[in-house]
Each structure stands twice: as C-alpha cells, then as structure tokens.
C-alpha cells in the first residue's frame, strides 16, 4: 500500500509540473496584452521606409522593369515559374485591352505611392498592405537578378502588416469614420514575430560560424572593400592591414550577437542592451556597406518586437508599508 500511495504522489506531482508548464506556454502564446503602441510604430515605420525605397528606385523604374530593361524579361522569366505573376505579365495581359506599357508603369508606380501612404496613415492598412505585397511580389518576382534582402523583408514586414490589426489604433480610418479600437488579441501574432526574427538571426550566425572567414576577419576585410560599400563616408581603412585582429573581433562579435540573441533578447535584465547592441550592428552595416533600407528595415523588426515589451514588475518589499484596515481585527466586545 506504501508503494502504491507513494505511486500515485508521485503522478500527482508530475501532473502538477505539467498543468503548471502547460499553463505557461499558454499564457506565454495566448494572454491578452493590452501594449498596442508597437503595432502603430511598425505600420508607420515600415510604410515609411518602403516608401523611400520605391522613391528611389523610381528614377531607373524603366531600366529595372520594363521591357527595355537592362537585362531582357525574357532571360529573366527564364528562371521564373509559368504560374508566378509577374509585373511583365501583367503589362502583356494589359496590352490586350489596348492599354500600353507606359501607361501601366504610371498607373503601378502611383498605386504604389497610394498605398504605401494609406499604409503608413492607418487608412484600412490591411486591405493596403495586401494589393502593396501583391504588386511588389510583382515587381521582385519578375526581375530576380535585381533583388537583395531588403526586398524579402519588405515582403515579409508586409506580410505581418496583413496579420496585425494595425489600423486599430491611431489610424486615419478611426479618425474619419469614428470608431473605436477593437479589443483583439494580438498576442500570438506577436510572439510569431518574435520566434521568426529571433530563429533568423540564429541561423545567421550559425551559417557565419560554420566558416573560418568571419573568424580571421576575411568576410569584414572583403565587405568593406565591395564596389558599392564605403562609398558615402569614403573611410581609409588600410591601416586594419596592421591590426587584423580588429577584423577578427568585429566578425566574433556579429557572430556572438547574432546567434545569442534567441537567448539573450528573451532575458529581461539584458534585453535593451542585447537590443541596443544588434541596432548598432545594423547602423554600421549602414554607414559602412551602404545597405540603408535593409537596416532600417532590421532596426524596425527589433524596435517593434522588443523595445516595447513591458518590464518585469519587482515586488516591493517595505517593513514600513501601511497594513490595510481589512487586515486590522475588530476589538472584541466585552
């Protein structure tokens, strides 16, 4: 009998430790926050940022996807699949309605323009940000050799933009038609965010830590001395042929940064330093390889997924706290 009562204490306290872990991988997904001041950052910082992007590419528009583009669409739909739709199809399909390339190209770049503004306004931003990720598919899709990783991000912040509720709270659309925020819970679409930026800068450093380039310095030594970096600052930088260790201590330090951030980014006491420590990684990617719209979309995705989390609460602990009159027992009568 001993035996079997232990048994059965036994089951009961891992029961206990399940429901209790259980409980908090759901609180964890599912419990409401009622924190909403990310939502309306990331809708308007990213709309922003794609609007400066398309802005600048609009002077060479022509020369990246027409049909006088510099690299024929016919080489480039060589490595595009039939049932992809791409912006040459699309001008073709037009073509047999009488309406001309050119006048396609205006209508696309002003649709553009609308929606990146609608965006970033909060005017039925959703519905916005899925014909802008159609469009700008579009355009990636059928000009391949043209596209970096700026352009997988801009997908993907648009792709988030269409699961967050992000004209809820301060949105032109409230304004005009007067309504209300919405209660939703938006906390598992936030906790996707956060698992997907921090899985992919594990991989990141993983994929650089698997090499020995980055930790003799190599991969810095050859960034900085690509044909489009360094080119707005124009910094010397022979003298690092002198102090190679600088190259191997900036290649540790990306690599550390990157694949603890999955761990460290998690951790209340180090979170804002972590942070602070991967938006400078990302400014000097900036500053130095000229990569602009791909680190400002980077700082976006670590600002909004972590720089407004609450901060833990401390239990305050005071030998002089007032004791509430609930808790002061009645005087007995006599």
Known sequence: MKTLFSLMNLNNKAMKKLNTFYTKIENFFFK????????????????????????????????????????????????????????????????????EETTTIMITKVSFIVLCVFIITGFYSRISALLLLILQIALLKGSSFFAYGADFFTSMSLF??????TDQHFSLRNFIFNR?????NITPVKRLFQIHISI??????LDKALGFNWWNGESIWKA?????????????????????YILSLIGWSTILIEMCYPIIIWYKPTQKTWLFLTISMHIGIALI??????????????????YFEQPVKKAVTSSKKKLSTHYIPKQISS
């Open 200 to 205: 992919a800068y594990f991989f990141s450093g």
């Open 32 to 99: 409401q926050d009622n924190q909403t001041e990310f939502l309306s950052f990331f809708r308007v910082a990213i709309g922003i940022v794609i609007l400066l992007q398309f802005t600048a590419v609009l002077p060479d528009f022509d020369k990246l996807f027409s049909s006088n583009s510099i690299i024929p669409q016919d080489i480039m739909s060589v490595f595009t699949p039939d049932w992809l739709i791409t912006f040459s199809k699309i001008v073709s399909f037009l073509q047999t309605f009488g309406i």
């Open 289 to 306: 390889l000229n990569l602009y719209y791909f680190s400002a979309i980077m700082i976006v995705w670590n600002i909004t997924n972590f």
């Open 224 to 244: 900085i001395h690509l044909p489009y970096s360094n080119r707005d600052l124009n910094i010397d930088f022979s003298w690092l042929i002198e102090h190679s």
């Open 160 to 165: 988030y933009l269409i699961l967050f509720p």
């Open 180 to 184: 209300k925020p919405v209660s939703i």
